[in-house]
């Protein structure tokens, strides 16, 4: 097999940004201003930032993708193609959209479109209709493995194409959250805080645990699993063979809010899944390996397969948060890094070191930097242990940034 | 008086406020987030004094703020 697959990681902030590109990422995603999925999130980037991150992407030969994919009202049109503009004259490859107002604008200022999942395009003629405006579509979560195949299998046949005059390109969502609902339908959030899940404002009241009360006669029904409504995460490293023989030409990686460790490790992941398929090197032992790395970084515990391998009920989460079998914990900052010997120093400013500590570093322009504390000097002698605020220096293999912040890996007592 | 003190940096833009009390708030064509009509910028907020017959719409635009960045003042 020698298809080869674009692996799309999600960049919600500069770290996620070079960790996705320094994991091999093909292309990124990410929101400005409020009219994305994510307006809610603390460090949204602004119109300032998309030239600089479409600059940094370029120059990593990365594609960029700007999320423009909430429902919009009249009164958002003048931002919509202030956004759209931007985007046009900055060189974003492509805007993500669902909204008939934004995918109009773009395509009259001659601005690619790919068509997001809020759209939740389930069939062959919706395809056909978005072709009009869309070189690519993100398919609904909700879609079995045999629809998608059948989807990818009548856009050939039917020779549908973009504006581009390419046959549509079909990208899924692999890896990450689930909505209780189907994506872009949840009025929940807005129905009990007036915060539009399809405004970027969702307040995830789904993930919390709740009861069951008879109102007649006060009686509490007995709930085996109190999380109800909160999905496991979507996890397809197990079949993404055989997502790429069904058509499959981008692997949408879901968490624009989630951390850089996240994005690091997800993308490595599925980057070398996607590159053992195409030289057939896809083995169980491997798939065995990625499911213990994707369990090291956020989840909320995964559903193997989604929807994607059938339409039983979906797996709920059983807990609150995150089932990470792991943890970063702040110990301290860079100060300096000795490029010639790849030294870094740091200053533990919130906690302490030992030797053997496997290690974290994070930084806006460093992205996500791994190790292990081989050998340490601690306030200018070599120590075993190095106590809160003292200066430290170790061997770290990647360049690392004054202000990045170091963090030690540990395993999570109750998972 | 009566104040509203507006945490503007978070807003979403999702027009509430200007459907509770249109004359004091307004969507900016700048950059499609709130404008508190008429306030005076404190450091990272915008404080505006109203009368008290303009409390109970804006205390109904700060209960429907999706972000909660409305505060009334009696």
């Known amino acids: 097999m020698t298809k080869t697959v674009e692996i799309m990681a999600p960049a919600g902030s500069y770290e996620s940004l070079h960790a996705a590109i320094n994991a091999g990422a093909d292309s990124v995603y990410f929101g400005i201003e409020q009219l994305n999925m994510r307006a809610r999130a603390a460090n949204n980037f602004t119109t300032e930032d998309l030239k600089k991150i479409v600059a940094i992407c370029k120059k990593n030969n990365v594609k960029t993708y700007l999320t423009l994919n909430t429902i919009m009202y009249d009164h958002d049109l003048t931002l919509m193609k202030k956004i759209c503009d931007t985007a046009k004259n900055s060189g974003v490859s492509a805007v993500i959209c669902s909204d008939i107002a934004a995918m109009s604008y773009a395509k009259s200022i001659g601005l690619e479109i790919h068509l997001s999942t809020q759209a939740n395009i389930s069939n062959i003629e919706a395809v056909k209709f978005y072709a009009q405006f869309a070189d690519v579509v993100v398919l609904a979560r909700e879609l079995t493995l045999q629809q998608i195949k059948t989807i990818v299998k009548e856009i050939k046949e039917k020779k549908i194409c973009g504006p581009k005059g390419k046959l549509i390109g079909i990208e899924v969502f692999v890896h990450g959250a689930l909505c209780v609902a189907v994506s872009g339908k949840c009025y929940m959030s807005l129905g009990t805080y007036n915060a539009s899940a399809n405004r970027g404002a969702c307040l995830q009241n789904c993930r919390r645990s709740y009861k069951v009360i008879d109102e007649e006669t006060g009686d509490e029904l007995l709930v085996d699993n109190k999380y109800i409504m909160s999905p496991k995460d979507l996890c397809t490293i197990g079949f993404v063979d055989k997502l790429i023989e069904a058509g499959v030409n981008v692997f949408k990686i879901e968490g624009r809010g989630r951390a850089p460790e996240y994005v690091d490790t997800v993308v490595r992941c599925y980057k070398g899944a996607a590159e053992a398929v195409s030289n057939g090197k896809y083995s169980k032992e491997k798939i065995d390996h990625w499911i213990t790395q994707l369990e090291k970084v956020f989840n909320r515990g995964f559903w193997h397969g989604g929807y994607y391998l059938g339409k039983k009920l979906g797996e709920w989460s059983g807990e609150y948060g995150s089932q990470a079998t792991t943890e970063k914990i702040f110990v301290g900052v860079v100060q300096n890094y000795f490029k010639k010997n790849k030294v870094g120093q740091f200053l533990l400013e919130a906690g302490s070191l030992q030797e053997g500590n496997t290690i974290l570093i994070t930084g806006p322009t460093t992205g996500v930097v791994n190790g292990k504390i081989e050998k340490m000097i601690v306030n200018d002698e070599k120590s075993e242990v190095a106590e809160k605020n003292s200066v430290v220096t170790f061997k770290v293999d990647k360049q690392v940034r004054p202000n990045d912040k170091l963090f030690v890996i540990k395993e999570k007592k109750s998972a | ?74």
């Open chain 2, 1 to 74: 008086m009566p104040k509203i003190v507006h945490y503007r940096n978070k807003c979403i833009g999702c027009n509430s406020c200007v459907e509770h009390s249109p004359n004091n708030w307004k969507i900016s064509s700048n950059d499609g987030k709130s404008d508190l009509i008429g306030s005076v910028k404190k450091k990272d907020t915008f404080v505006k004094k109203i009368r008290e017959d303009e409390i109970v719409e804006n205390e109904l635009a700060a209960r429907d703020c999706p972000v909660k960045i409305i505060h009334i003042f009696k």
